[in-house]
Every structure is written in C-alpha cells, then in structure tokens.
C-alpha cells in the first residue's frame, strides 16, 4: 500500500503536452510561418552514469515528462499539496543497473520551484524478453528520499503516509530500503528519444502499461 502511494503521481502523469501551433494568413495572401510553444519538461539535480540495454536500444541519461500545469483536480483528491502549480516525473539511468526515479510538484506553472518530491532508487535492474514493444523489469528498491520545500507540502505528505513519516521543510529525508517487499517489478517501452515508464509494483501480474508515464530524452 505505502509504495502504491508513493508512485500515485506516475501513474496519473498523461503523457507528453502537446506543442501548440498557429498558423495566420498574410494580407497579400501569403501564409506566415507556423509558430511553436516549445514543451517545457520536468528538471532534476539527480546525476545520470551507465546504462542499461533494452532490446536493440541503450537507455541512458535522463528521461523527463512535460511539466503538467492542470492540478486542481489532483489537488481536491488529495494526490498533490494544495500549493502545486504544476507537476511531473523523470527517470535517470544512474548506473549500469540503476535507476532513479522521481515524482515532484512545483508551486510555479514551468517547473523549477520544487514543492515536495520523492525519489527511488531501484538496484540489481535486469531486463526481460519483449512482449510487443514492452519489457519488464526486474528490480530492488534500494532507498527512498522524500523532499518538502513548503508548510503545505509537509503537511500533505505526512497526513497522506498517516504520520508515519516526518519531514522538515528543506531537508529530504532519506534512507536505505531494506522492507521484505523485493524485488519489485516494472514496465517499460524504449525507443532513442522516449521512454513510457509503467507503474512499479511487488507484485508481477499486478503491473500494466495502462497510465504509463510517456518521457522524453533530455
């Protein structure tokens, strides 16, 4: 139960926002140049090192999803602090079998003023056969780090793990994992520019790509 809640906000991150493009005709009948609003994505501090092979693809560096600015329904169902004003996921391959992995809301709309954030790290990471173009993985979380920057955010996350962590505003709390709950299972999709992230579970039968996180390489 307490992992599920800890990944609740990868599984509800829709994918990749879409670029926006107008397009306008010139008086003397011309048509202008089409005009993007380039994607704004998820940052992270967390160093990327290795990689990892999956099929025919190398999955290394880091892997961010947009950053999604529509949280008021996430907020009144108690899945985000009620300061967020955007939210988001990135995955950083940080070893040869390593990877972290990061859920983060952010109290401005371009995702660089972090409200809370929880970090895992998965170790011992092996790679299964395809199935279509998804593979599972095999992994054991190895530590966890939660992170409030804001009053709100503190007290949303305790009251949503029932108190039974305590954080400080400022300070990510973190620790070495060592639950009876490993190894752990996943669901990924790669190709050189994206990678869909399933949600992580203890349970192999129970993980499915449905409401996958969709990345993009940075």
């Known amino acids: 139960v307490i992992m599920k809640k800890l ?17 306008a005709k010139k008086e003397d009948g011309s048509t202008a140049t ?11 501090d967390t160093t990327a090192s290795g990689s990892l092979t999956v099929g ?60 809370h954030r929880i970090r895992t790290i998965y170790d011992n990471i092996t790679v299964g056969s395809a199935s279509g173009s998804n593979y599972p993985l095999t992994m ?33 709390l973190g620790s070495t994992y060592s639950g009876s709950t490993n190894p752990r299972y996943g669901l990924i999709s790669l190709t050189s520019t994206t990678l869909t992230w399933a949600d992580v579970d203890d349970n192999a039968s129970e993980v499915s790509s449905d409401g996958a996180l969709s990345m993009t390489k940075q």
């Open 7 to 23: 990944l609740f906000l990868m599984v509800l991150i829709v994918g990749i926002l879409a670029l926006i493009g107008s397009c």
């Open 140 to 172: 054991d979380k190895a530590w966890q780090g939660f992170l409030v920057n804001t009053t709100a955010a503190e007290t949303w996350l305790e009251a949503m793990f029932s108190n039974q962590i305590d954080v400080t505003v400022g300070t990510e």
């Open 56 to 115: 025919s693809e190398t999955m290394s560096g880091t892997y961010a999803s947009a950053c999604n600015t529509s949280v008021n329904t996430m907020i009144a169902g108690g899945y985000l602090p009620s300061d967020a004003k955007a939210w988001g996921g990135a995955v950083v391959v940080s070893g040869n079998d390593n990877i972290t992995q990061e859920a983060v809301s952010y109290t401005d709309t371009a995702c660089t003023s972090v409200s």
């Open 34 to 44: 089409t005009a993007t609003t380039p994607t704004t994505y998820v940052s992270t």
